[in-house]
């Protein structure tokens, strides 16, 4: 079933972390597995925040050798990213097996994400100027609380609550996906992509990667696809809606904008609140009202539609 939510904050900036923590925990019932988060925080200058682990949650509990592994994991990590030029300004463990860098880096992001992830166990959540995806098993206040959001400021999220159903309960299979090797762009999906195998075949031999066996991961890698041979993201998105087979609705978040897209069909809920100052979008008007408790007009987007706002305007 899974739960997705979206806000933004237009030409302003809030506590994103408590309100997207707010929103996905009020729709727990929808997945309890795990839960993800895409905040967007504000950019200094050219430095790139990368978030990344190197191992599961699940394996801290087998003793010793893997907190060597992990150790060993960490610092092939440390030695590629000089490697290749990059030079890290700050390191942060936001748990035993994941870590949130700050680097300085003006190279091939593509190289750099390959060379990181061909380290055994290691998996690159996200990078980009203001982006961090976080994402572990829990409900959306276990998850918070463990990796410190609240208090978190930026200018716009998205998030996700997963009820696994075709793949493994684990990090990996979790929302939201990083839109590889794009700085900045995430993407979270409730639905479920009838030609993803199609689909990913045809993304594979034109040299993407796909880090898990969830369809979800399908729609960040084809909106990366387009994107890099030049399409606007609105533009991308309504390809989208053609090209992905099934029932589907997603958000999709770049370094300035929200997105939205649901499927013809339009068999996946959406609910959208929009005023002035402030977009929320999610699976359910709960999550909505969870940060506005008093009354709010919403409204349900139409099928086949496509809608994009920025944080600037």
């Known amino acids: ?26 729709l727990k019932h929808r997945g309890p597995d795990s839960t993800g988060y895409a905040l967007y925080g504000e950019p ?40 290749l030029g990059g030079k890290i300004l700050e390191e942060d463990l936001a748990t035993e097996y994941a870590y949130r860098y700050r680097i300085a880096f003006s190279g091939d992001l593509r190289k750099l994400a390959n060379y990181i992830e061909d380290v055994e166990g290691a998996e690159i959540l996200s990078i980009g100027h203001g982006l961090e995806l976080i994402k572990d098993l829990g409900d959306a206040k276990r998850v918070s609380e463990q990796y410190a959001l ?25 929302h939201p996906y990083w839109a590889y090797p794009f700085a900045d762009v995430s993407v979270v999906h409730n639905g479920q992509l009838t030609n993803y195998w199609k689909g990913r075949r045809e993304m594979e031999r034109r040299g993407h990667r796909f880090m898990s066996n969830c369809d979800s991961e399908l729609i960040a890698v084809y909106l990366a696809d387009r994107m890099q041979q030049g399409a606007a993201l609105e533009d991308a998105m309504k390809d989208s809606i053609d ?11 770049t370094a300035d904008k929200l997105g939205m897209a649901k499927d013809v069909m339009a068999a996946k809920p959406m609910v959208l609140y929009e005023s002035d100052k402030f977009i929320a979008l999610a699976s359910e008007e709960v999550a909505i009202r969870s940060i506005f408790p008093h009354e709010i007009d919403t409204v349900d987007p139409y099928e086949g539609e496509v809608r994009v706002w920025s944080s600037n305007a």
């Open 1 to 26: 079933m899974c739960g997705i939510a979206g806000l933004i904050h237009r030409k302003g900036t809030g506590d994103i972390g408590r309100e997207m923590t707010a929103m996905l925990q009020s």
């Open 150 to 174: 609240p208090g978190f400021n930026g200018t716009h999220a998205i998030g996700h609550t997963r009820m696994a159903t075709e793949s493994d309960v684990d990090i990996r299979s979790a």
């Open 44 to 83: 200094k200058g050219e430095e790139l925040v990368l978030r990344f682990k190197v191992a599961e949650q699940e394996d801290m509990a087998k003793g010793f050798d893997i907190h060597r592994q992990v150790t060993e994991r960490k610092q092939k990590v440390d030695g590629r990213i000089v490697e």
């Open 243 to 253: 090209r992905l087979d099934g029932v589907f609705t997603y958000l999709v978040a």
